[in-house]
């Protein structure tokens, strides 16, 4: 899904939903007034995590309430006419980026501007085309977000843990440079530095293609009888999740980024029509193979995924029975960290009419005996693990 900034969001979200106050143990890379022109999900939450560091940030948007909003919640102040930015965050739809961009280089030349749009070759051959002076300009993309938009949903900690792609080029300054992955590592997340084209066919693959295939299989439940929709379980949930995405945004995210998309749709095309084929006649010879392995190869792209804090080491899941009262997750987590299990991963899942709840907890390998053992011993009731 994207914000209202127009920016790809990779759901990952933990920690308070408002910023700390400024706290001067807080050392920020980031060293005088940040302007943030775009209010909505990333850009006040670029500027929650900024304010905690004690920086001076002035907020603009073309929106009065949203601007009003999210100073109201911490997000920054009201830009003034004689702010001098070291920095200019460009936070606005896909579309307009452009012309944002070029505005806020004309505006203020002595300082660095970067955009967090989701596509970074577009901007990048307008501006071009149009013949600006692209010195300070450095093109950058958080890969983080929340399912809902705009100020009110904006926290400093979406960019904790997450990958800040930064896109320089042959002109752009060690100075420069550093501004822009301070600026990341300041909201605790991880830049990577790669060219526009390598951004974008990135994105198409693990952000973009993925929101259409979502939005394609919840679809097909517009039309599906109530009752069949009453056997949907977490499997589901999660293959759909994003499908409730602002289309007017992904409209100009798609268009912007047509070519990469289409690549990858065209090949993700081949590989249906290949598995349809196969189960055409699911008793002719190879059909079930090929069905085999289009699972196999999927079992081997997920082990390819990074982990939590985007390492490569794998989890074990224990399936944990969890009444549905309150205070049973707490009591939970708390045994756990009696039993010195630590939880790298959860997730929640509910049978319809069900008093109880199944609680998905990722653990080392190493930890998924005693867990269970000590679990049990503690009178919870284990559907699965493992082990």
């Keep these: 899904m994207t914000d209202s900034a127009g920016s790809t969001a990779v759901p990952h979200v933990r920690g308070t939903a408002r910023p700390r106050p ?20 990333l850009g006040s939450s670029i500027g929650h995590a900024l304010t905690g560091r004690g920086v001076d940030v002035a907020l603009y948007d073309t929106s009065p309430s949203q601007l009003r909003l999210a100073i109201d919640y911490g997000a920054g102040r009201f830009a003034r ?9 460009v ?11 070029e505005r806020e280089l004309s505006r203020y030349p002595q300082a660095v501007v970067t955009d967090v749009a989701s596509v970074k070759l577009e901007p990048r051959k307008v501006l071009r ?32 843990g997450r990958p800040w792609v930064v896109c320089r080029d042959e002109d752009t ?54 009752g069949l929709l009453r056997l949907a379980g977490q499997g589901v949930r999660d293959t759909t999740r994003i499908a409730a995405s602002a289309p007017e945004l992904w409209v100009q995210i798609l268009g ?6 289409v690549d990858v749709l065209d090949a993700l095309a081949t590989d249906l029509s290949s598995v349809a084929d196969a189960l055409r006649a ?27 804090h985007g390492q490569n080491r794998r989890f ?34 509910h049978s319809p009419g069900a008093q109880f709840g199944l609680a998905e907890i990722s653990v080392v390998p190493s930890a998924v005996r005693r867990a269970v053992d000590g679990l049990e011993s503690r009178g919870w009731k284990i559907a699965s693990s493992n082990d």
């Design 316 to 349: 074990e899941q224990v399936v944990v029975m969890v009444d549905d009262t309150p205070g049973q997750l707490g009591r939970l987590f708390g045994e756990l960290g009696e039993l010195d299990v630590n939880v790298e991963d959860l997730r929640l899942e």
């Design 129 to 160: 085309a149009r013949g600006v002076d692209l010195t300070h300009y450095i093109g950058s993309h958080p890969l983080a977000g929340r399912e809902r938009g705009g100020a009110i949903a904006a926290r400093a900690d979406i960019f904790v």
């Design 282 to 308: 699911p008793d002719a010879p190879g059909s079930r193979r090929a069905v085999a392995d289009t699972i196999r190869r999927g079992n081997d792209g997920v082990e390819r995924l990074p982990g939590k």
């Design 22 to 41: 400024a706290d001067s143990a807080l050392a920020s890379r980031v060293q005088g007034t940040v302007r943030i022109v775009g209010a909505g999900l």
């Design 173 to 226: 300054s060690a100075a420069d440079l550093a501004l822009v992955e301070g600026l990341a590592l300041d909201l605790g997340a991880t830049p990577l530095e790669m060219s526009p084209e390598e951004h974008d066919h990135a994105v198409a693959l693990v952000s973009h293609v993925p929101q259409l295939v979502a939005s394609l299989l919840a679809g097909r439940f517009v039309d599906a009888p109530d």
């Design 256 to 261: 912007a980024n047509s070519a990469p998309v």
């Design 91 to 101: 936070a606005v739809p896909p579309d307009v980026t452009a012309d944002v961009v």
């Design 81 to 89: 006419d004689d702010d001098r930015p070291s920095l200019v965050v």
